[in-house]
């Protein structure tokens, strides 16, 4: 098994005033090399931090409190801000959800393509002319401004400013949020052929289960700063109560409520769904660790985990 990238008991915390909130806890997991692997949650979950955290991109409110970033065997955490810059692009690049916001309307098109580029040996202009092909866009919009293209046509700028130097790894996160649903599907299909073509691994962050099923190789579903189930959808169903909630399969009513909630331990202790889990039970009401169920799958909960570790 090789892995792109690695993340170790990673902790992410933001400053408010004297005070540390919690943001991003015990998160363990891993990328193929090669892999398309989706991470799905709700808005608030913690996603885009973690893509900020493997891109060594937090706000400065924000830290890392524990854990490594493993990106081909390096902790990245442990270099330093000149050395992180000459990784960005090159092992690891990142596609945003709103184009149009990180694309520089100043500048033309073709230029945002060469900054994009780190050292290499190739003729830059005809290495540009091939990515943008292998975007589907035509030479000559080099030349035209982001606010002159569509907002399908800047997104496909930027999966080629994340392709062009050959990236063992590229992050999307949300990357079709702001899309119609006939560009959504162009996207995808696209990414799809990038990684047939070029095989990087691929974490594609989203809120869509549906659409993480129809793509993933594996899925992560995140639940408040907790990746809470890992599965593959061609092999097995998702068995945590939460993602049975997103895909629609359990009634999102609660119950249970008779199950007391003790005023002296931190909920952030426990299950993290448990005040809204429809399968709680007493003995929930503890610290619950991921089980890995095998080498690639797990779930972080009593009832449907089962204690065969890494």
């Known amino acids: 098994m ?11 915390s933001r400053r408010e005033r004297t005070q540390l909130i919690p943001v991003l806890n015990d998160i363990n997991f891993f990328v193929e090399k090669g892999e398309l ?22 706000p400065k409110s924000f830290v890392v409190t524990s854990g490594e970033i493993l990106l081909n065997g390096q902790n990245i955490l442990n270099v330093n801000e000149q050395s992180i810059r000459s990784i960005r692009g ?14 520089d309307p100043l500048f033309t098109v073709g230029v945002h393509l ?20 292998d975007v589907g866009l035509e030479p000559e919009i080099q030349l035209v401004y982001p606010h002159q293209i569509s907002g399908g046509q800047q997104q496909r700028v930027m999966i080629a ?13 949300e990357p079709t949020t702001a899309l119609d649903v006939l560009t959504t599907r162009q996207i995808i299909n696209l990414l799809s052929k990038i ?23 594996r899925i992560g579903i995140m639940y408040k700063g907790h990746i809470v189930e890992i599965f593959r959808p061609d092999r097995e169903k998702p068995l945590h109560p939460y993602s049975g909630i997103l895909l629609g399969n359990i009634d999102k009513k609660y119950f249970n409520e008779k199950i007391p909630v003790s005023s002296q331990t931190d909920i952030n202790d426990w299950c993290p769904f448990f ?36």
């Not at 090789?2 to 992410?12: C, F, P, R, S, T």
């Not at 060469?114 to 092909?133: M, R, S």
């Open 37 to 58: 692997f989706c991470l799905v949650g709700e808005s608030g979950s913690g996603k885009t931090t973690l893509a900020l955290s493997i891109m060594r991109l937090l």
């Open 195 to 217: 990684r047939e073509k070029y095989h990087p691994a691929i974490f594609f962050i989203t809120h869509d289960l549906e659409l993480a099923m129809s793509i993933g190789i």
């Open 114 to 133: 060469q900054e994009a580029l780190h050292g290499t040996t190739e003729d830059k202009n005809q290495l540009i002319t091939k990515t943008l092909k």
């Open 275 to 310: 005040e809204k889990c429809p399968e709680r039970e007493q003995k929930c009401q503890k610290k619950i660790p991921f089980i890995w169920r095998d080498s690639l799958t797990g779930i972080r909960c009593i009832k449907h985990g089962r204690n065969h570790q890494m």
């Open 2 to 12: 090789e892995y792109v990238l690695k993340i170790v008991n990673l902790a992410v």
């Open 90 to 103: 090159k092992d690891i690049s990142i596609i945003f959800q709103d184009p149009g916001a990180y694309l």
């Open 161 to 173: 400013m994340a392709l062009i130097n050959n990236p063992s790894i590229i992050i999307a996160d």
